[in-house]
Nanobody, 122 residues
């Protein structure tokens, strides 16, 4: 079993920066792929970034502004967001899957956090 929990969301002005954190717990989390997804009102949940021992991938639309990092010693993952835009406003979810494949589909992830709100005012 793996548990994940997000922290660090909030309200920021356009052009600002925000760092989201995800803490994982469970005996296999260090070998798991961990990812960020986001969901805006009325929209489907979309992939943002994923990281594992195989590497990392970031959605093309944000790759120049978002960076994903991971600390396997402390079982934490972070999403460093800069130059935020109103369209980045969404609930951001941390997710983990059993193995370390860099999957982009939410259906590939077994474990989810509760989500955390990010609001970018324009």
């Amino acid at each position: 079993q793996v548990q994940v929990a997000e922290s660090g969301g909030g309200l920021v002005q356009a052009g600002g920066s925000l760092r989201l954190s995800c803490e994982g717990a469970g005996r296999t989390v260090s070998r798991s792929a961990m990812a960020w997804f986001r969901q805006a009102p009325g929209k489907e949940r979309e992939f943002v970034a994923v990281i594992s021992l195989q590497g990392a991938r970031v959605q093309d639309s944000v790759k120049d502004r978002f960076i994903i990092t991971r600390d396997n010693i402390h079982n934490t993952m972070a999403l460093h967001m800069s130059d935020l835009r109103p369209e980045d406003s969404a609930v951001y979810y941390c997710a983990a899957r059993v193995d370390d494949g860099l999957e982009l589909s939410p259906s590939k992830y077994e474990y989810w956090g509760q989500g955390i709100q990010v609001t970018v005012s324009g």
